[in-house]
């Protein structure tokens, strides 16, 4: 079985809302498992309260739980143009799996929310892209043959680095149909990728 881990963090369910539709595209790949979990939150209970995040019954992941993926696709929000600080720390925290080389060639990916359509949503993308390529990982975007990224008819998130929504400034925009599509979209991608990459062939050196 090709295992495939969806790892995100979300305060006001947007991402969590993404994470999900991601999943739905990895299990259409046959001999594909998924499992869904979430970065540890690091704010104090009284702020989230009074910030309003969502509650969530997700299980929590360990850095360490990391190496026994084939692919791993990771969810953020944005936080001025980059990932959410909770995301950073989990990443911080994997130095070990980094001296192992335990991540090296395994397929990696990134989906985002961001508060407006300007608002850091490619530059969240690509920053992500950045200690994931330190692991050695394979990075996989949102290729153009998911036609809904170049729709104009309604706000969409989602771009070549990845998939994605725009929550809008008070958090009260959903992930459009679009936006979910593209999720699925790029679950899927990753999946074929990393099957692809886990197939028991023989590697054939030139002579």
């Known amino acids: 079985m090709t295992r495939i881990l969806v790892l995100y963090y979300s305060s006001y369910g947007h991402v969590r809302a993404l994470a999900e539709a991601e999943a739905e595209g990895a299990r259409s790949i046959a001999c594909t498992s998924v499992d869904i979990r979430r970065i540890p939150e690091t704010v104090p209970e009284a702020v989230r309260q009074a910030a309003g995040y969502i509650d969530d ?71 992500t892209h950045i200690p994931l390529m330190h692991f050695g990982m394979l990075i996989a975007g949102l290729p153009y043959t ?25 958090g009260s925009l959903q992930p459009t149909a679009t936006d979910l599509a593209g999720a699925r979209f790029q679950g899927r991608h990753v999946a074929e990728l990393a099957y692809r990459l886990t197939a028991d062939l023989p590697v054939r050196e030139v002579a």
């Open 57 to 127: 019954d997700t299980p929590v992941a360990t850095p360490a739980d990391l190496a026994a993926y084939d692919g791993i696709i990771f969810g953020t929000p944005t936080r001025f143009g980059m990932m959410a600080g909770q995301m950073k720390q989990f990443l911080d925290q994997a130095g070990g799996l980094w001296a192992q080389n335990a991540l090296v060639g395994k397929v990696a990916a990134v989906f985002a929310s961001t508060g407006s359509q300007h608002g850091g949503h490619e530059a969240t993308l690509l920053s």
């Open 146 to 170: 998911f036609a809904g990224q170049t729709a104009a008819d309604a706000i969409i998130g989602g771009a070549p680095y990845g998939a994605g929504t725009i929550a809008g400034a008070d």
